[in-house]
């Protein structure tokens, strides 16, 4: 079999091969081949084997044994690049009882996706994978599932027609398994083949860039070399002396700053990655090279001990070396972690890290051409739209109605340490167009703080914005990592403005901000943008209203509406008859916004080569400050076209959620909900907005019993025909028909332990404090995304989650994997998962009985007050709600806030600040998890 189908490599299970016994071994393995082989050590029959090249190396792990399976582990090495290609492990499960498998198999998978990046798992698990409600198929595809493993085989591998045997694989893809039956007398199990092909670095051609040397000493020498700035501190009266001003001072930053750094080219050659080797561990080096030299010419016993010594000198120093960078590149970009992911990827050289190159064939031409060509195909479309239909003079209406009577006529001047906050606080994010890098400046801060401050303050008088201001650099950003770089229609652009422009932004959003919430103009089911408001506020308000409705044994209705380039579109014209007449704003404030709209340009800059420039016309810059906030404002009428038709609804910036509920009999009901998309449909394009029915998404929610009602339920949505599909992802977040989170946990699982793979290869050179850094950013901060939506899920699926965590705690601590893990979360501080779903179910319920919540939340809880006089009177008990089913409604944030907020001890409930009740609620849940 091996040399008639040329393998590479052949695993068996079952070799009924007692210990000591290698005849047949022997005989059984080709010319140019070896073995290895892991015998039953007890009783007849199993025993697990693994035949491969000789070209091959493969090195065999001693995994400790397991009660419940026989295992066979190796890593096999690439012969290309002679390193660790993937782990095989050869896998043989009895059958019979599986409980005690499918612990020892969770522990074993956990540990190996933390320790491996690729893996193939292959064996006879006696699994019968061809049987859809088989409970330990079920089992054991949501432990594969919660650590991203793939299970690669659907046809019958067992000449009864059952699927028992099976191909796992972790971080690689193999070929389609071909399945081929045998004669009865080699094995009544079919033989599974297939191929993997090993890939290795190939080096590339050295590119070049243009850079500055920014030192230590640069801010300094600026500062020296920086001329009097008096003549530029002076207040323009009009708009074209502030242009003057704006351009004059970043001319003398921009000559000052080629003084002291000069642009240079310099190459960028692929080298190996070691950005913290220093000249002092590249001295350690020169001498241990020397004297191993010097040892191997003589045979010196008096060298070799000085090369010894030596080595260990430079490896204690480059160990060194590399924690310092690392914790250098932690402290830098602690609060950016997409830069972070990318640094620790590169130097775990995980490849699913690294962002996809642009394809060389495409210039900086060819983006801002499709960019521009596609926002006017949009345009095209919407007009054609318009043609064909008109507004109904009620929703016409709508657009008339002013929301306050107050008005914002003028922008108060920033005082000059406000301005030096908002700097200070801002993050170094730096443009090509910025006439000095963002750290340089946040350095020479007080030398030239005055300018700026003329400037900013001149440009809110004036009601202009400086043309400098007014230029955007666009950077084509994949929108998914998985989609191919090479099509156009997989870039968004991305708007990188000057950091000043941002600064003044930034000062104008604030004093919107303020306006907008003292006069309550918000929409207030718009969770976009907005103080106190998050995705997880507005999914807990909606899942809320779900399961509510379920709890009545309704059906439910939910429409992701989706839009095609919404920011890109947004007509300018309405917009400001928008902050006219429904928001207020006028006079000089109202020229500002006129004046940001207007004469904007922007261009594509890609591998140091710049587009032509070209005005836009539409939209606000997708990356800017105020962009968010002029597009919820843009979409005020919305609520009202949606109320008009008595449905629910959600939005968060472009994302706008629809959902109705029923009883299943009453499908008229639930039909609304095609004539309100109809509505909102003609008032987006009405306002340059178009539906894109390709990424519109349909969900059906509540009871099986009756959802099965409703299978035949289809829905004419504008312009489309949608069914209702099984779960869809919303704000971050897969939602499936029975709000059981299945597919959400699993896929929060098999990220965290991606990063967690990541921070494994690393801990070693990293402190505990550097290390706990990388935890938190990568993984708690998954666990605890939206996880107040999780209370009352699963146990299988909480379990999931806290493998998570514990297996990121034994990585943290270097824990044995065997050993307890209380103990360690508990020295740690970490509460375990579910109680870090009740502590963010608390905390939400504080802030919303405190006035920090979004109001739609403090809609859902009301304080108790008793009939009579009673001791639970002043108590700040709530009221807990009736619900008929506890699958459903007792799991609604409505029901399970009060209740969880009653038991707290009340001086707990009593704590005066958010800060006191954070510390307080933490040691009380720490005490119930841990009993001290």
Known sequence: MITDQKFDVLCLTETWIRPNEYVALNEATPAGY????????????GGVCIFFQSTLVSNQKHYENFTSFELLYTSIINPVTKKNAFSLINIYRPPGPYLEFLKEFSDFVTDLAVSNDKVIIVGDFNIHFEKLDDPLKKAFTSILDSV?????????????????DLVLTLGVSIDNPNIRSQTSAISDHYLISFKLHLSHNIRTSPSYSVKRSITPFTA????????????????????????????????????????????????????????????????????????????????????????????????????????????????????????????????????????????????????????????????????QINITSSLSSGLADLEQNPVT?????????????????????????????????TKLLKQVLPDIIKPLLMIVNSSLALGHVPKAFKTAVIKPLIKKPNLDPSVLSNYRPISNLPFISKILEKAVAQQLCSYLQRNQIYEKFQSGFRPYHSTETALVRITNDLLIAADQGCVSLLVLLDLSAAFDTIDHTILLERLENMVGVTGTAL????????????????????????????????????????????????????????????????????FISAKPDDRVRLKKIEDCVEDVKSWMSHNFLLLNSDKTEVLLLGPKAARNKLSDLMLNLAD??????????????????????????????????????????????????????????????????????????????????????????????????FDHISPVLSALHWLPVKFRIDYKILLLTYKALHGLAPEYLQDLISCYEPPRLLRSQGAGLLVVPKIQRSSAGGRAFSYKAPQLWNNLPEYVRDSDTVSIFKSRLKTYLFSLAFGN
């Open 34 to 45: 070896n073995y290895i082989h892991n015998p039953r050590l007890s009783g007849r029959g």
């Open 405 to 437: 009577e107050v008005r914002l006529e003028v922008f108060n001047p920033l005082p000059q340490l406000e301005l030096e906050k908002i700097i200070s606080s801002s993050n170094s994010t730096t443009c090509t167009l910025d006439a000095v890098p």
């Open 591 to 658: 020229a500002w916004f006129k004046s940001y709209l207007t004469d904007r340009y922007q261009f594509v800059r890609i591998n140091d080569m710049s587009s032509s420039y070209t005005k836009v016309r539409y939209g606000i810059p997708q990356g800017s400050i105020l962009g968010p906030l002029l597009f919820t404002l843009y979409m005020l009428p919305l609520g009202k076209v949606i109320r008009k038709h008595n449905v629910n609804f959600h939005c968060y910036a472009d994302d706008t959620q629809l």
């Open 720 to 817: 489309f025909s949608a069914t209702p599909g099984s779960a869809a992802k919303n704000l971050g977040v897969i939602i499936d028909s029975d709000l059981a989170f299945d597919k959400h946990i699993s896929n929060v699982t098999r990220t965290a332990f991606l990063h967690l793979r990541n921070i494994a290869k690393l801990r070693n050179a990293l402190s505990l404090h550097d290390a706990e850094k990388l935890v938190h950013a990568f993984i708690t901060s998954r666990l605890d995304y939206c996880n107040a939506l999780l209370s009352g899920c699963s146990g299988s699926n909480l379990n999931k989650l806290q493998l998570v965590q514990n297996a990121a705690a034994r990585v943290l601590t270097k824990t044995r994997k």
């Open 220 to 383: 300094q020498q600026f500062t020296d070399k920086l001329p009097d700035l008096s003549t530029l501190m002076y207040s323009p009266v009009d708009p074209v002396e502030l242009d003057k001003l704006t351009e004059g001072l970043e001319n003398t930053f921009r000559s000052t700053l080629d003084v002291v750094a000069p642009l240079k080219h310099k190459i960028e050659r692929q080298k190996k990655l070691a950005p913290w080797y220093n000249d002092q561990t590249r001295t350690l080096k020169q001498l241990v090279r020397n004297l191993e030299r010097k040892y191997r010419s003589t045979k010196l016993e008096v060298f070799h001990s000085a090369w010894k010594d030596s080595l260990v000198k430079y490896r204690k120093e480059l160990n060194k070396a590399r924690s310092a960078y690392l914790a250098s590149q932690i402290e830098i970009n602690k609060n950016n972690p997409r830069v972070l992911f990318s640094v620790i990827s590169k130097l775990t050289k995980n490849q699913a890290g690294t962002e996809p190159q642009i394809p060389a064939i495409y210039t900086s031409n060819d983006f801002m051409d499709f960019f521009n060509s596609k926002i006017e195909n949009i345009r095209d479309k919407i007009k």
């Open 148 to 164: 991203g493993i793939i299970q690669n085989i659907t046809g019958p591998t067992h000449y009864c027609n059952h699927t028992l």
